[in-house]
């Protein structure tokens, strides 16, 4: 897989977000990787982009994304 940009990583947990989670284990080991190359400490997600932009369904959101070594912040 190339090298993807902090900012496509993002938009590819989106869609994955959108299409019920698909591959989503994947997109998240390369938000990861483009936060590392980028020397970020956390990725922000807007939140009205969200299949599910309610307080559960961000907290649920955080919480898988920190079991996998990602912190998530929520801004627009």
Same mark, same amino acid.
């Given at each position: 897989?190339? &090298?993807?940009?902090?900012?496509?990583? @993002? $938009?590819?947990?989106? *869609?994955?977000?959108?299409?019920?989670?698909? $591959?989503? &284990?994947?997109? @998240?080991?390369?938000? %990861?990787?483009?936060?590392?190359? &980028? /020397? *970020?400490?956390?990725?922000? +997600? &807007?939140?009205? %982009?969200? *299949?599910?932009?309610?307080?559960? /369904?961000? =907290?649920?959101?955080? *919480?898988? +994304? =920190? =079991?996998? /070594?990602?912190?998530?912040? +929520?801004?627009?």
């Amino acid at each position: 897989m190339a &090298d993807l940009t902090l900012a496509e990583a @993002i $938009d590819n947990i989106y *869609a994955s977000l959108r299409a019920n989670n698909q $591959d989503i &284990d994947t997109h @998240i080991a390369a938000l %990861k990787a483009a936060m590392a190359r &980028d /020397g *970020a400490t956390e990725a922000v +997600f &807007d939140p009205t %982009k969200l *299949a599910q932009n309610n307080r559960q /369904g961000r =907290k649920t959101m955080q *919480a898988y +994304f =920190k =079991k996998r /070594g990602v912190v998530v912040t +929520f801004g627009a």
